[in-house]
């Protein structure tokens, strides 16, 4: 079972395989590897100890960022990822990150982000598309309002931690700018990542 994983300069955490997203572009369809070899996809989701155990194991003088992530949505486990991200800061001062959908308030039904204070130092957000449509039909979530609540989730966040919001270089110009208007009415930074087949 792949619980931590070397991506850059960067150490990523792989916590969940559940995700409240079914998105026309994912690949977990396919078999995921790391570097061809090891899968990612969990036989269990591992507990808090094996997760902090696993990357404490590292040394993590050798990263430039600790990334809370998933071969699915590590917001469901959100709660945990903090206390781990506290636990990791008192052994190693390692920049923290969570990439997520921005549906975690949906899914424990309240606002979770002040348990980002002092745990997690970045929430990068897939943003994906410029309005509640194109989302829909290219994310297709589970919740009805997940555009709206991942955009209220990156407002709230912003109290406790640098929030970017990440679209794919795919998208065309006019809806780059859209995404980034956007992005400035929640107080987020907009990252266009380079997409990749």
Known sequence: MTITYELGKSLYVNITNRCSNACT????KDEPTINGTDDLWLE??????EILEDILKRDLSKYKELVFCGYGEPS???DEICEIAKEVKKKHPIPTRINTNGHGNLIF????????KDAIDTVSISLNAKNKEEYNA????VFEDAY????EFARLAGRYAKVILTIVDILPEEDQEACRRVSN???AE???RSYID
Do not use: H, Q
């Open 25 to 28: 572009f994912c690949i977990r």
């Open 76 to 78: 469901y486990r959100l």
């Open 185 to 187: 009415s929640v107080g």
């Open 148 to 151: 709206d609540a991942l955009l």
């Open 138 to 141: 290219l994310c297709r979530p």
């Open 109 to 116: 039904k309240k606002d979770m982000t002040p348990c980002l």
């Open 190 to 192: 907009l990252r266009i």
């Open 44 to 49: 269990k989701e591992p507990t808090k100890e």
